[in-house]
């Protein structure tokens, strides 16, 4: 089955930091993918402006460089030269005034204007300001920001009040890519569009979720940069919080983003506190080829965490008494985004062999997208009634009859819908500040207990304590494999 493309109007998309390593890894191939499907005029703009002092024809070049290294396209490809032709550049400082009337004098009237701030957080007011300014941005402007949104609720609320000076919250896209996974959004189609899960899905009948992202490479070669957040603040309060809220949440009364924000939101202002008995903290060490956290984050006293795992609480009617098991980590032994809900077992069996039978829904968002439901069946043969657990097993893209190659990444899905306008993918600055409000009592609790994380070997399925967590309450995890 081949998707469907929707085109979107023409633009003028301006990407600060265009010369940067996520523009040419993701932005610009992305583009390029979705200029092949046709999903855009050929009369559209795309502005790298950064600090580098180059040309159209020199940027068009760098242009071409990332999309053949990150978007695997032959050097001499066509249609490669017909996307460079849209591609223009401006050398800008942020900070100061070089650029800004250039800039201006290249943006069409009459187009949809979009500028992704592809930039440090801390360069976000200096652009908001000058877009706003210059008079480049007008009421129908679109941002787009990228993460990190603030380290902390403090910074996240400053970074929000930075924005709203010059944007209404309409205009403000903040990305968190997991919401452009195909998948992520499948979690909403498989519960609102079908009757079967939704009547199941709360406490009564679910025993408990666990959500797991675990990635086998460590933060060699970013090191530093990820020694100032850790897994808490890189995957936890953004990531996994999201895959969190779109299991948890109420249906919205439509597919709409406020209304989907609005669920979001409740749930995450409905999370317990979680305290030190619940959460285990981890940090890699040497193994096979590779170095210890420490040497790959160049700080010999490091206590940040590349490992987390927690229980988390829900307290609402729906959730009271089921708990959702998260973690997250690097340098595990296999590269894996899951979900898996538990359900309960029957409350009474007709069947004396004593074999647990509890459902298990798991819905695996990488690799090998797919839904997988374990149901028990009777073992064939005679001799009585045996039952034995079966996997229902679906892959999307066998089940789709495609091979995936014309679905989009979620960078791509997600430009596309800044310029269709449509917010329901991103974040709103109060489930930001909602999802800060509830990790830094976490991390300050840390800081001030100056405790360290456990250490774990590479390859390993986390620290031992990890384990506990979920045998104190009866149930395990399941195991990490691709
Ligand atoms: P980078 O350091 O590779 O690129 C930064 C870009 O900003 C360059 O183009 C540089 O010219 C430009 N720039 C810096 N100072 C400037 C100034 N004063 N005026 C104009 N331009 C200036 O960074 P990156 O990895 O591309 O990351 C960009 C943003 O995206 C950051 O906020 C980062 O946290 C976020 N992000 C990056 C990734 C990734 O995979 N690289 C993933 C998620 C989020």
Same mark, same amino acid.
């Given at each position: 089955?081949?998707?469907?493309?929707?085109?979107?109007?023409?633009?003028?998309?301006?990407?600060?930091?265009?010369?940067?390593?996520? $523009?040419?890894?993701?932005?610009?191939?992305?583009?390029?993918?979705?200029?092949?499907?046709?999903?855009?005029? %050929?009369? $559209?703009?795309?502005?790298?402006? $950064?600090?580098?002092?180059? %040309?159209?024809?020199?940027? !068009?070049?760098?242009? !071409?460089?990332?999309?053949?290294?990150?978007?695997?396209?032959?050097?001499?490809?066509?249609?490669?030269?017909?996307?460079?032709?849209?591609?223009?550049? /401006?050398?800008?400082?942020?900070?100061?005034?070089?650029?800004?009337?250039?800039?201006?004098?290249?943006? !069409?009237? #009459?187009?949809?204007?979009?500028?992704?701030?592809?930039?440090?957080?801390?360069?976000?007011?200096?652009?908001?300001?000058?877009?706003?300014?210059?008079?480049?941005?007008?009421?129908?402007? !679109? +941002?787009?920001?990228?993460?990190?949104?603030?380290?902390?609720?403090?910074?996240?609320?400053?970074?929000?009040?930075?924005?709203?000076?010059?944007?209404?919250?309409? =205009?403000?896209?903040?990305?968190?890519?997991?919401?452009?996974?195909?998948?992520?959004?499948?979690?909403? $189609?498989?519960?609102?569009?079908?009757?079967?899960?939704?009547?199941?899905?709360?406490?009564?009948?679910?025993?408990?979720?666990?959500?797991?992202?675990?990635?086998?490479?460590?933060?060699?070669?970013?090191?530093?940069?990820?020694?100032?957040?850790?897994?808490?603040?890189? *995957?936890? =309060?953004?990531?996994?919080?999201?895959?969190?809220?779109?299991?948890? @949440?109420?249906?919205?009364?439509?597919?709409?983003?406020?209304?989907?924000?609005?669920?979001?939101?409740? /749930?995450?202002?409905?999370?317990?506190?979680? #305290?030190? %008995?619940?959460?285990? &903290?981890?940090?890699?060490?040497?193994?096979?080829?590779?170095?210890?956290?420490?040497?790959?984050?160049?700080?010999?006293?490091?206590?940040?965490?590349?490992?987390?795992?927690?229980?988390?609480?829900?307290?609402?009617?729906?959730? =009271?008494?089921?708990?959702?098991?998260?973690?997250?980590?690097?340098?595990?032994?296999?590269?894996?985004?899951?979900?898996?809900?538990?359900?309960?077992?029957?409350?009474?069996? +007709?069947?004396?062999?004593?074999?647990?039978?509890?459902?298990?829904?798991?819905?695996?968002?990488?690799?090998?997208?797919?839904?997988?439901?374990? /149901?028990?069946?009777?073992?064939?043969?005679?001799?009585?009634?045996?039952?034995?657990?079966?996997?229902?097993?679906?892959?999307?893209?066998?089940?789709?009859?495609?091979?995936?190659?014309?679905?989009?990444?979620?960078?791509?899905?997600?430009? @596309? %819908?800044? +310029?269709?306008?449509?917010?329901?993918?991103? *974040?709103?600055?109060?489930?930001?500040?909602?999802?800060?409000?509830?990790?830094?009592?976490?991390?300050?609790?840390?800081?001030?207990?100056?405790?360290?994380?456990?250490?774990?070997?590479?390859?390993?399925?986390?620290?031992?304590?990890?384990? &506990?967590?979920?045998?104190?309450?009866? &149930?395990?995890?399941?195991?990490?494999?691709?």
């Amino acid at each position: 089955m081949v998707s469907r493309v929707i085109p979107v109007d023409d633009f003028d998309l301006v990407i600060f930091g265009g010369t940067g390593d996520l $523009a040419h890894r993701k932005i610009l191939p992305g583009l390029y993918r979705r200029f092949l499907a046709g999903q855009f005029p %050929d009369t $559209a703009r795309i502005i790298g402006a $950064a600090r580098t002092k180059q %040309d159209d024809a020199a940027f !068009r070049e760098e242009v !071409r460089g990332a999309v053949v290294k990150f978007g695997g396209v032959p050097e001499g490809d066509e249609n490669l030269t017909a996307f460079l032709n849209l591609i223009g550049y /401006v050398a800008i400082d942020a900070s100061g005034e070089d650029g800004w009337q250039d800039l201006k004098s290249r943006m !069409r009237s #009459g187009v949809i204007h979009a500028f992704y701030f592809s930039v440090a957080p801390s360069l976000f007011g200096d652009i908001a300001q000058r877009l706003a300014g210059y008079g480049i941005a007008d009421a129908d402007s !679109r +941002i787009v920001v990228e993460k990190p949104f603030g380290r902390d609720l403090t910074t996240a609320r400053e970074l929000n009040a930075t924005l709203a000076r010059h944007f209404v919250e309409e =205009q403000i896209y903040r990305i968190d890519h997991y919401l452009g996974k195909e998948t992520v959004q499948n979690l909403m $189609a498989v519960r609102f569009a079908n009757i079967l899960f939704e009547p199941l899905w709360n406490a009564q009948y679910v025993d408990h979720v666990q959500i797991t992202v675990a990635e086998t490479v460590g933060v060699a070669g970013r090191g530093s940069y990820y020694d100032r957040s850790g897994a808490i603040r890189d *995957m936890v =309060q953004n990531h996994l919080m999201q895959l969190l809220c779109l299991i948890a @949440m109420e249906p919205p009364y439509h597919f709409d983003p406020n209304a989907v924000r609005d669920e979001k939101l409740k /749930v995450i202002r409905a999370l317990e506190p979680v #305290g030190p %008995d619940d959460i285990v &903290r981890g940090q890699y060490q040497a193994g096979g080829e590779g170095a210890a956290y420490v040497t790959d984050a160049e700080n010999p006293d490091s206590r940040t965490e590349s490992y987390v795992a927690m229980k988390v609480r829900i307290a609402n009617w729906r959730w =009271q008494g089921a708990p959702f098991y998260l973690r997250t980590g690097k340098k595990l032994r296999a590269r894996t985004s899951e979900i898996a809900i538990t359900f309960k077992e029957p409350p009474h069996s +007709i069947f004396d062999d004593g074999v647990p039978r509890a459902n298990q829904l798991v819905i695996r968002l990488q690799p090998n997208e797919g839904m997988n439901l374990k /149901v028990m069946i009777k073992e064939p043969g005679p001799g009585g009634m045996r039952l034995v657990q079966v996997p229902l097993d679906m892959t999307f893209a066998e089940a789709l009859g495609n091979d995936g190659a014309d679905v989009p990444d979620a960078y791509e899905r997600l430009i @596309m %819908d800044v +310029i269709r306008g449509n917010q329901t993918l991103f *974040m709103r600055g109060d489930e930001v500040e909602a999802a800060w409000a509830w990790t830094d009592p976490i991390i300050e609790a840390w800081e001030t207990g100056k405790t360290r994380p456990e250490p774990y070997d590479a390859g390993s399925s986390g620290p031992e304590e990890a384990l &506990r967590l979920l045998h104190r309450d009866n &149930r395990r995890w399941r195991e990490i494999r691709a």
